[in-house]
């Protein structure tokens, strides 16, 4: 565990449970517009959980002891941001702000994530923070749904 005076994180105990905390609080539109499945809430959990890799390493991340993000990191030839999602009330930008921080210090190299195409706002949110448009790929396993690959470059 890393400790701040307003941020902190730690590896999860139970990835089922803090997926579906996060999705709870999120309404029926993410899951019908944004989410890469689009269809209800219990498909978004089961997607997002079938596509955290078993060996990801998954973190909680805190702001000022409240549970506010979390994201995965699995390392495979490369780095891979294999996950993330914030609660709307902290998709600020000063938390955003520390919560790079927190994923660059975890990573400590080059980290490269896939986002549905259709997530719009995850996209947008990862080209405003570094993020470079790698390549896109269309995944047969999910339906031919096509994925943006992004780089974040270490400075």
Known sequence: MENGDLIYY??????VKLVEHFYELEDETFFKEIHKCRENRKAGIEST???IEKDAEVYEVYYKGNLAAFFAKVNWQ???LNGFHVK???RTKYFLS????VIKTVFSSDIYTGLWEGNYPAINH??????ELVN???????NYKIFTLCQQ???
């Open 10 to 15: 730690c590896l999860t105990s139970d990835r």
């Open 49 to 51: 959980l079938a596509s």
């Open 78 to 80: 490369v780095s891979m």
């Open 88 to 90: 709307k009330e902290y």
């Open 98 to 101: 520390e919560f790079w921080e």
């Open 126 to 131: 990862l080209l405003k923070n570094g993020f």
């Open 136 to 142: 896109t790929v269309e995944h047969k396993g999910l």
């Open 153 to 155: 470059p270490q400075q």
